[in-house]
C-alpha cells in the first residue's frame, strides 16, 4: 500500500512540476532502503536475543552433563576403592593360605588375576570418564564465556542507549511540557514532537522553536555516530484539504521528516549516512483521533535512534 500511495504521490508530484522527479525518487529509494535496514535491525536484535537464549540452553545441558559425568566419575573412583580393598584381602588371604593348601592358592591366583583384570578395566574407564568430563569442562568454559560476551555487549548496548536517553533528555529540558518526551524501549531510543513544537498547521516549516530543539538535538547525536537516525513523520486521520505543493496527509508527513533532516544535516558532524527521513501518515496513531487532544497527539515527529549491532552480529557468526 505504501508503494502504491507514495507512486500516486509522484505522480502528482511531477504533474504539479513542483519536486524534480529525480528527487523524489531518490527519496523513495531511500525511504525503501530505510524500512529494508529497519527490519534487518530488527530480525538482528530477534536473531541475538534467539541465540543468547540457545547459548543459555547450551550452557545449562553442558552443566547438567558435566554433572553426570562428574557423578559418573565419583562412582568409578568409588569402585575402584571397593575392588583395591577387596584385592587386599584376597592377597592376605592368599597369604594366609600359601602354607597349607596348593589348591587354595591357585583359586586364590585366579581370583587375583580376575580381580586385576577387573581393576584395569575399571581404570581405563575412569581415564576415559575423566578424559571425557575434561573435554566438557572445556566446552563448558567456552560457551559460558561467549554466553558472557553476548551478555556484557547487550548490556553496553543498552547502558549506551540509556546514556543517549539521559543526554537528550538533559539537551532538551528547556521544552519539557511543549509536546517532547523521551523514552526508551525494546533496545532504543525514542524521541517524540507534537506539531505544535515545530510547525504551523498544513506546513512543513520548522518554526524557530522548533529548528532549536532539534537543534539541541543534532548536539547530542553528533556525538554518537554508530547510532542509526529514523525521523518520521505522522498526522492525524483529518483530511488534508489544502492545495499547492501537498497531495495528502502522507505527502504532508514526509515533508515533515525531510524538513527535519535537512536541519539535522546542517550539522557537520553528524553523518549523513546515518540519516533516513520517513512518511507514516495517518497510520500509526499512538491516541484516539476521535479528541482533539487525541489528535494533537497523533500529529508528530519521531526520532528513533537504532543502536548498530555489529559486534553481536560478529559475534553471532563465530558461535
Not at 524534480?20 to 525518487?25: A, F
Not at 581393576?119 to 576415559?128: D, F, N, R, T, Y
Not at 484539504?241 to 508527513?253: A, E
Not at 527535519?260 to 497510520?283: H, M
Amino acid at each position: 500500500m505504501i508503494k502504491k500511495i507514495s507512486l500516486s504521490v509522484l505522480a502528482l508530484v511531477l504533474m504539479s512540476s513542483c519536486v524534480s522527479s529525480k528527487v523524489y525518487k531518490d527519496l523513495e529509494a531511500k525511504y525503501n532502503n530505510l524500512r529494508k535496514e529497519n527490519r534487518n535491525l530488527k530480525d538482528d536484535y530477534n536473531d541475538l536475543l534467539a541465540a543468547k537464549n540457545k547459548a543459555e540452553n547450551d550452557l545449562d545441558n553442558l552443566q547438567k552433563q558435566y554433572g553426570e559425568a562428574a557423578s559418573s566419575r565419583d562412582k568409578l573412583a568409588s569402585e575402584l576403592a571397593a575392588l583395591q580393598n577387596n584385592y587386599d584381602n584376597l592377597k592376605s588371604s592368599y597369604d594366609a593360605l600359601e602354607e597349607n593348601s596348593s589348591s587354595a592358592i591357585e583359586a586364590n591366583l585366579k581370583k587375583n588375576r580376575e580381580l586385576l583384570a577387573q581393576l584395569e578395566a575399571k581404570e581405563q574407564a575412569l581415564a576415559a570418564e575423566n578424559e571425557r568430563l575434561e573435554n566438557l569442562k572445556n566446552e563448558l568454559e567456552a560457551r559460558s564465556k561467549r554466553v558472557q560476551e553476548l551478555e556484557s555487549i547487550i548490556a553496553s548496548k543498552d547502558a549506551s542507549m540509556k546514556a543517549l536517553k539521559e543526554a537528550i533528555s538533559k539537551a532538551l529540558t528547556d521544552f519539557e511540557g511543549k509536546g517532547l518526551t523521551v523514552e526508551q524501549r525494546n533496545g532504543k531510543v525514542y524521541v517524540s514532537m507534537e506539531n505544535k513544537l515545530l510547525f504551523e498547521s498544513g506546513s512543513w516549516a520548522v518554526g524557530n522553536q522548533g529548528k532549536k530543539a532539534v537543534q539541541q538535538l543534532g548536539g547530542v547525536l553528533a556525538d554518537n555516530p554508530d547510532i542509526s537516525i529514523l525521523i518520521e513523520g505522522h498526522t492525524d486521520n483529518v483530511p488534508y484539504t489544502g492545495s499547492g505543493q501537498l497531495s495528502g496527509n502522507w505527502d504532508l508527513s514526509t515533508k515533515r521528516a525531510t524538513a527535519i533532516v535537512t536541519i539535522l544535516r546542517d550539522n557537520p558532524n553528524i553523518d549523513p549516512q546515518n540519516l533516513t527521513a520517513a512518511g507514516r501518515g495517518e497510520y500509526a496513531p499512538i491516541a484516539s483521533n476521535d479528541t482533539p487532544e487525541g489528535r494533537a497527539k497523533n500529529r508528530r515527529i519521531e526520532v528513533i535512534l537504532t543502536p548498530k549491532l555489529d559486534e553481536l552480529t560478529k559475534l553471532l557468526d563465530e558461535l
